[in-house]
């Protein structure tokens, strides 16, 4: 288990009648993009829901690797995931929020900090220079991601002022403020032209090198898919029918059925 | 615009005439009046009439101007206008409103009556301020505010006149107790959708209403508690018959014993009590939890996404205002002298509601603006009382239409990269 | 046993009246998802309209059967229109709002009927003669007589009837079937050429008629009424709507029932001055425990 991050074993999502996921198990590394493919509503935004706590899992677990402590990400429910077992996410329809600032966006994901410093809102309304201090500190990681990204200049605008791929790419910064150790992102490149995209390439490519964090990624676009991704998962009605490098995925005969369909 | 549209517009006024028969001839038209043998019908053609022909000419007018190819968008001009003068001039505004509210009592038009209608305006300026914490900052609908108000009224109703505490040792306990409410009457329902948390909250409401009015060992039930004392000045009391040993304002000052004299202070009381409201919520909005009520408003589900605990959230917003809403209730108390269950409606919290939503929500000018003329001018007009209540529903139908967001729409962010936008 | 039983009675009665305003509200939600909160006033009003009637029928000499079908039609005409003015001018512009838009807005019109009734018929209740005599007596040598009067028993046979004419409004007619598919997808109703606005403001007139029988039936049960009827009588009716499970019309003729029953038993049985404070304590515990009543379907969000 040391360079598995995360271990999904026996994953089953049922709807009443309807199986959503079916006895899914698969792996994702340390310092690696690990990639979800499939057609669509083979279930890959559910496992994310699933991971994430937002669905509880009808059978199966889910494991995380926190730095050599396991996490057994079914005991945690929506926010606690995120709080305690830092797994990050973005969304399929972005989830900004839009009539706040783009610098009080990334505040916001800092809240559990902040509101430990702050003392519980006791320091800050008396304005305590511990809580000013720390304060500044996530204006400062703010301004870091925001480089990165080259938003800065528009720190305070509103949030959802900004054109569809800066918003895109706020989210995943936003993720990233809150020190995640798994950032999943569910389809990051939809809707992003090239040009965006090879950008979007460039930065989950940084946050692995640089954050050694692990990645998990919802993607249609193939091209990012094959640039970037080091492990592919590919899922069909919520069935895993391959799992391996994107080279070999590329190449599996069931992948190409599931995909193009098969040959009559 | 040429004679199809005007054939159209005919036959929409004529339509529209003919469903506003149906509404008012019934109702308006009429009116059964009470006598000894029972109900007669007393006939109202002529105010019948004239809401017709309104219906029917306002119809007409208005396809009249969205016919036309540049529409004329009085509302809306008047809005924008209203919302240009106010931005930006938010300290200004500030400042010159303090300076104003702080003279007010000692300006030569105000007589004992309008110092009265300055106090109950500033007492729902509280208010206001207070519900904007739940309503406006964290966007949770919460109809049964007066329950809050109700609680600090008779906590401290009670505990004055059963110990014989002074208003001062009384106000903070009473706000705690308003604020253990809160957290008791939140905690079970603040998971639920906003529509359905709007009913609840209404029907907690309620039953505080009618616990009050039938727990007559306890809150002495529609009889209400009277003899509440009134705050002191440093220790002096406002009265003309002093206990022993008490001192009075009057004589401590070498001036002759007025009833206004009270009166003045209670404003300066209520004054400082909805400014320290102010000063709070304008402090927390920049604290993390602030933000976060701000988050969950605009989307639950993102906040818990990175980390915020939503229930927790709420549960802070809601016992924080709840806290308000009690101090405003001691102090209604404490200048009434008496209390009883009628003080604390439904009707209470809408208008509550009803300002917090005018005013845009959030915006705490927009607060101060919105009850000034809900409560100050209304209650200026007082022939108009029946009318009142009919042009508050009105406001509130007309500001979801045209401006949902408020007169005051525009959102200061709390905290800037680059220094503050001019 | 007897005085139970007249209690079981009355309850039934009254939930008659709760039911019939409860499919209002649970129609309204099922099909644009929101609470109508001026439903109870619309309810008001109709019973308003069958008071003046009233007074106006009982002028001339005609029998009291006709007079009932007649004040039955009008009050349901004229409330109707009530109805569907304030779905145009106050609901249907704020459809694509944010979610609380609706909701205010159909608080302020709850005030502006309030107060227009208030206004335009006085302030005092309004109060008539009974028009219905006449009982039959159960138990009549026991201590307590159970009394049922023709009364109560026009008003059930009244309520069944237009349940059975509304189930097979809804089940098998057009519009019932267009009124089913908005509520699952307007979208895609509009696209299959079904006029959703049409629709939506028929279940408006629908629902406003109904509530306007209900008012009709409070006059002659009751005999006495004021412009705060509504208030009341519509967080009840909305109790019921969800407790029957929001969306069910059986569910809110279910619910009209138990929350009749559980108010007249706890009159009876244990406190007349608590008997609001029971029904809103339901109102609390069934949507905080309960949202999805009993025949509701259960609502999950996408994430």
């Known amino acids: 288990m040391n360079e598995q991050l995360l271990v999904v074993n026996n994953l089953t999502m049922k709807f009443g009648g309807l199986i959503a996921i079916d006895n899914l198990s698969f792996s994702a590394n340390k310092n690696q993009i690990?990639?979800?493919?499939?057609?669509?509503?083979?279930?890959?935004?559910?496992?994310?829901?699933?991971?994430?706590?937002?669905?509880?899992?009808?059978?199966?677990?889910?494991?995380?690797?926190?730095?050599?402590?396991?996490?057994?990400?079914?005991?945690?429910?929506?926010?606690?995931?995120?709080?305690?077992?830092?797994?990050?996410?973005?969304?399929?329809?972005?989830?900004?929020?839009?009539?706040?600032?783009?610098?009080?966006?990334?505040?916001?994901?800092?809240?559990?900090?902040?509101?430990?410093?702050?003392?519980?809102?006791?320091?800050?309304?008396?304005?305590?220079?511990?809580?000013?201090?720390?304060?500044?500190?996530?204006?400062?990681?703010?301004?870091?991601?925001?480089?990165?990204?080259?938003?800065?200049?528009?720190?305070?605008?509103?949030?959802?002022?900004?054109?569809?791929?800066?918003?895109?790419?706020?989210?995943?910064?936003?993720?990233?403020?809150?020190?995640?150790?798994?950032?999943?992102?569910?389809?990051?490149?939809?809707?992003?032209?090239?040009?965006?995209?090879?950008?979007?390439?460039?930065?989950?490519e940084f946050i692995k090198n640089d954050k050694k964090i692990g990645i998990l990624l919802i993607e249609h676009d193939m091209s990012v898919v094959m640039e970037i991704s080091d492990h592919v998962v590919v899922l069909n009605y919520g069935k895993k029918i391959f799992e391996g490098t994107p080279q070999a995925t590329t190449q599996n005969k069931e992948v190409i059925e599931a995909y193009l369909g098969s040959e009559e | 615009m040429n004679s199809e549209d005007l054939k159209k517009n005919?036959?929409?006024?004529?339509?529209?005439?003919?469903?506003?028969?149906?509404?008012?001839?019934?109702?308006?038209?009429?009116?059964?009046?009470?006598?000894?043998?029972?109900?007669?019908?007393?006939?109202?053609?002529?105010?019948?009439?004239?809401?017709?022909?309104?219906?029917?000419?306002?119809?007409?007018?208005?396809?009249?101007n969205s016919q036309r190819s540049e529409k004329i968008n009085v509302l809306g001009k008047f809005s924008s206008g209203v919302s240009?003068?106010?931005?930006?001039?938010?300290?200004?505004?500030?400042?010159?409103?303090?300076?104003?509210?702080?003279?007010?009592?000692?300006?030569?038009?105000?007589?004992?009556?309008?110092?009265?209608?300055?106090?109950?305006?500033?007492?729902?300026?509280?208010?206001?301020w207070g519900l904007n914490i739940v309503v406006g900052l964290a966007g949770l609908l919460d109809l049964g505010y007066v329950a809050f108000y109700a609680v600090g009224a008779y906590s401290f109703a009670l505990i004055s006149t059963t110990f014989g505490w002074s208003f001062w040792v009384c106000?903070?306990?009473?706000?705690?107790?308003?604020?253990?409410?809160?957290?008791?009457?939140?905690?079970?329902?603040?998971?639920?959708?906003?529509?359905?948390?709007?009913?609840?909250?209404?029907?907690?409401?309620?039953?505080?209403?009618?616990?009050?009015?039938?727990?007559?060992?306890?809150?002495?039930?529609?009889?209400?508690?009277?003899?509440?004392?009134?705050?002191?000045?440093?220790?002096?009391?406002?009265?003309?018959?002093?206990?022993?040993?008490?001192?009075?304002?009057?004589?401590?000052?070498?001036?002759?014993?007025?009833?206004?004299?009270?009166?003045?202070?209670?404003y300066y009381v209520i004054l400082v009590l909805a400014l320290i409201t102010n000063y709070f919520t304008l402090r927390i909005r920049r604290l993390p939890v602030g933000r976060a009520w701000e988050a969950l408003r605009e989307d639950e589900i993102a906040c818990k996404s990175l980390g915020v605990n939503p229930t927790n959230t709420k549960l802070t917003a809601f016992a924080i205002g709840a806290m308000f809403g009690g101090f405003a209730g001691s102090f209604f108390a404490t200048k009434q002298g008496f209390i009883s269950p009628e003080s604390f409606t439904f009707i209470e919290s809408a208008i509550i509601v009803a300002i917090v939503v005018l005013g845009g929500m959030g915006s705490q000018t927009g607060v101060v603006l919105a009850a000034i003329f809900l409560i100050g001018f209304t209650e200026i007009f007082r022939e108009l009382e029946q009318f009142r209540m009919i042009a508050f529903g009105l406001a509130m139908v007309l500001i979801m239409l045209f401006k949902p967001k408020g007169i005051l729409e525009h959102r200061e962010p709390t905290i800037t990269l680059h220094g503050e936008k001019k | 046993?007897?005085?139970?039983?007249?209690?079981?009675?009355?309850?039934?009665?009254?939930?008659?009246?709760?039911?019939?305003?409860?499919?209002?509200?649970?129609?309204?939600?099922?099909?644009?998802?929101?609470?109508?909160?001026?439903?109870?006033?619309?309810?008001?009003?109709?019973?308003?309209?069958?008071?003046?009637?009233?007074?106006?029928?009982?002028?001339?000499?005609?029998?009291?059967?006709?007079?009932?079908?007649?004040?039955?039609?009008?009050?349901?005409?004229?409330?109707?229109?009530?109805?569907?003015?304030?779905?145009?001018?106050?609901?249907?512009?704020?459809?694509?709002?944010?979610?609380?838009?609706?909701?205010?807005?159909?608080?302020?019109?709850?005030?502006?009927?309030?107060?227009?009734?208030?206004?335009?018929?006085?302030?005092?209740?309004?109060?008539?003669?009974?028009?219905?005599?006449?009982?039959?007596?159960?138990?009549?040598?026991?201590?307590?007589?159970?009394?049922?009067?023709?009364?109560?028993?026009?008003?059930?046979?009244?309520?069944?009837?237009?349940?059975?004419?509304?189930?097979?409004?809804?089940?098998?007619?057009?519009?019932?079937?267009?009124?089913?598919?908005?509520?699952?997808?307007?979208?895609?109703?509009?696209?299959?050429?079904?006029?959703?606005?049409?629709?939506?403001?028929?279940?408006?007139?629908?629902?406003?008629?109904?509530?306007?029988v209900a008012g009709m039936m409070f006059v002659l049960y009751y005999g006495v009424i004021d412009f705060r009827i509504g208030f009341l009588a519509g967080l009840k009716a909305f109790t019921a709507a969800v407790l029957g499970g929001i969306g069910s019309l059986p569910g809110a003729m279910l619910g009209g029932l138990i929350i009749g029953l559980i108010e007249t038993m706890w009159s009876g049985y244990v406190s007349v001055e608590y008997k609001d404070v029971a029904a809103f304590s339901i109102l609390v515990i069934v949507l905080i425990f309960f949202p999805t009543g009993f025949l509701g379907k259960p609502d999950i969000e996408k994430v």
């Not at chain 3, 004229?78 to 205010?104: D, H, M, N, Q």
């Not at chain 3, 302030?123 to 005599?133: C, D, G, M, V, Y």
């Open chain 1, 34 to 204: 690990t990639s979800i493919i499939g057609p669509n509503g083979a279930g890959k935004t559910t496992v994310f829901n699933c991971l994430t706590g937002f669905y509880k899992p009808t059978s199966g677990n889910m494991i995380l690797n926190k730095e050599g402590k396991l996490i057994p990400l079914n005991d945690y429910t929506d926010f606690k995931i995120a709080k305690y077992a830092k797994v990050a996410r973005t969304f399929q329809n972005i989830r900004l929020f839009p009539a706040m600032s783009v610098l009080e966006n990334l505040l916001v994901a800092q809240h559990n900090d902040l509101m430990r410093a702050s003392g519980f809102s006791i320091f800050g309304l008396l304005n305590l220079k511990r809580y000013r201090y720390k304060e500044r500190q996530a204006v400062e990681k703010a301004k870091y991601w925001l480089d990165i990204i080259g938003l800065t200049s528009r720190a305070d605008d509103d949030a959802g002022d900004l054109p569809y791929g800066d918003q895109r790419k706020l989210e995943i910064i936003r993720a990233m403020c809150i020190d995640p150790k798994l950032l999943c992102l569910d389809e990051p490149a939809a809707g992003l032209n090239p040009k965006e995209s090879s950008e979007l390439n460039k930065l989950l």
């Open chain 2, 10 to 64: 005919i036959k929409d006024s004529l339509f529209t005439g003919l469903i506003s028969l149906a509404l008012f001839v019934p109702i308006v038209g009429l009116r059964t009046e009470i006598q000894k043998e029972g109900l007669y019908i007393d006939p109202q053609w002529g105010s019948t009439f004239i809401l017709v022909a309104i219906c029917v000419i306002g119809r007409f007018l208005i396809n009249l």
């Open chain 2, 84 to 128: 240009n003068f106010f931005s930006g001039k938010g300290k200004q505004f500030a400042i010159t409103g303090i300076l104003f509210a702080i003279v007010f009592p000692f300006l030569p038009f105000t007589d004992r009556y309008i110092l009265d209608v300055g106090i109950m305006v500033l007492t729902y300026i509280m208010l206001g």
């Open chain 2, 171 to 266: 106000l903070p306990l009473a706000g705690m107790f308003a604020a253990f409410f809160g957290i008791l009457l939140g905690f079970p329902v603040l998971r639920l959708r906003g529509d359905y948390l709007a009913i609840v909250t209404l029907g907690f409401g309620e039953i505080i209403r009618i616990v009050l009015i039938n727990w007559y060992d306890f809150t002495n039930g529609p009889d209400g508690i009277g003899g509440i004392p009134r705050p002191s000045f440093f220790g002096l009391e406002f009265t003309n018959n002093p206990k022993e040993g008490v001192e009075t304002f009057h004589s401590f000052f070498n001036l002759e014993f007025s009833n206004v004299h009270k009166m003045i202070f209670l």
């Open chain 3, 1 to 212: 046993m007897e005085y139970f039983l007249q209690q079981t009675i009355n309850g039934v009665t009254l939930g008659s009246i709760y039911g019939l305003i409860a499919i209002g509200y649970t129609m309204v939600y099922g099909i644009i998802g929101m609470i109508n909160f001026a439903h109870g006033d619309i309810f008001m009003v109709g019973a308003f309209i069958a008071l003046i009637s009233f007074i106006i029928f009982g002028l001339t000499g005609i029998a009291l059967p006709i007079v009932l079908l007649l004040v039955l039609l009008i009050s349901m005409l004229f409330t109707a229109c009530y109805g569907w003015s304030v779905e145009k001018l106050a609901y249907k512009p704020l459809r694509g709002s944010f979610r609380l838009a609706p909701l205010i807005s159909a608080l302020g019109m709850s005030i502006v009927l309030q107060n227009f009734v208030q206004v335009a018929q006085g302030a005092r209740t309004k109060a008539i003669h009974p028009l219905f005599s006449g009982k039959l007596e159960f138990f009549k040598d026991s201590d307590f007589v159970v009394i049922l009067s023709y009364l109560q028993i026009f008003m059930v046979f009244l309520t069944v009837g237009l349940m059975i004419l509304f189930t097979y409004l809804i089940t098998k007619t057009d519009l019932g079937r267009a009124q089913r598919a908005c509520e699952q997808d307007k979208t895609m109703a509009s696209l299959l050429g079904i006029n959703v606005d049409r629709t939506i403001s028929v279940t408006f007139i629908l629902g406003s008629a109904l509530a306007s």
